[in-house]
T-cell receptor, first 110, second 113 residues
Framework: QKEVEQDPGPLSVPEGAIVSLNCTYSNSAFQYFMWYRQYSRKGPELLMYTYSSGNKEDGRFTAQVDKSSKYISLFIRDSQPSDSATYLCAMSAVTDKLIFGTGTRLQVFP | GAGVSQSPRYKVAKRGQDVALRCDPISGHVSLFWYQQALGQGPEFLTYFQNEAQLDKSGLPSDRFFAERPEGSVSTLKIQRTQQEDSAVYLC???????????FGAGSRLTVL
């Protein structure tokens, strides 16, 4: 079993929909939780960064961490076609090596 | 530079050939990471440098894989006697000292025939 599990999708939604992306993990030592967005043939780029449990909001994006359930989520409101990409969750126990999920491919159609 | 630069962007190798992939991190970034991303998968950790010191190479899949960063800046990932299963995108990332906020390059896509 992988340390970080993520549904690979693909997820296809209409423009304007609310999107929910999720990851579960098994290592209780993880303290830092991130979401990266990766467009086709590009490197991952950091979208959201959270330390420990709680919520963080940035524009149309909200990240949630529930350490008691070992579950993290990313919500995208008013989704746009430009949000079409692969979303990778990532986490670490110490401030260096990140462990990634497999990524969820999202397609937002007009 | 403004971002992490990787070269070549695409490399086709015949099975058994040696390849070298180069990473030029953001200026001033002390930490440098190599990840391997197979098709449809998330990045998998290979190795980590702090300056010129290779502090973690636990993710290197075999002794055919070797990484170096001799002057604490540019890094090279070398794969000897390439195999088909080595086909993947090799991502380089850098960060400031003590930070786990990684900035990734666009990757080097290796195809082994």
């Amino acid at each position: 079993q992988k340390e970080v599990e993520q549904d690979p999708g693909p997820l296809s939604v209409p423009e304007g929909a609310i999107v929910s992306l999720n990851c579960t993990y098994s290592n209780s030592a993880f303290q830092y939780f991130m979401w990266y967005r990766q467009y086709s043939r590009k490197g991952p780029e950091l979208l959201m960064y959270t330390y420990s449990s709680g919520n963080k909001e940035d524009g149309r994006f909200t990240a949630q961490v529930d350490k008691s359930s070992k579950y993290i989520s990313l919500f995208i409101r008013d989704s746009q076609p430009s949000d079409s990409a692969t979303y990778l969750c990532a986490m670490s126990a110490v401030t260096d090596k990140l462990i990634f999920g497999t990524g969820t491919r999202l397609q937002v159609f007009p | 530079g403004a971002g992490v630069s990787q070269s070549p962007r695409y490399k086709v190798a015949k099975r058994g050939q040696d390849v070298a992939l180069r990473c030029d991190p953001i200026s001033g970034h002390v930490s440098l990471f190599w990840y391997q991303q197979a098709l449809g998968q998330g990045p998998e950790f290979l190795t980590y440098f702090q300056n010129e010191a290779q502090l973690d190479k636990s993710g290197l899949p075999s002794d055919r894989f070797f990484a170096e960063r001799p002057e604490g800046s540019v890094s090279t990932l070398k794969i000897q006697r390439t195999q088909q299963e080595d086909s993947a995108v090799y991502l380089c990332a850098s960060s400031l000292a003590g930070s786990n906020v990684l900035t990734f390059g666009a990757g080097s896509r290796l195809t082994v025939l």
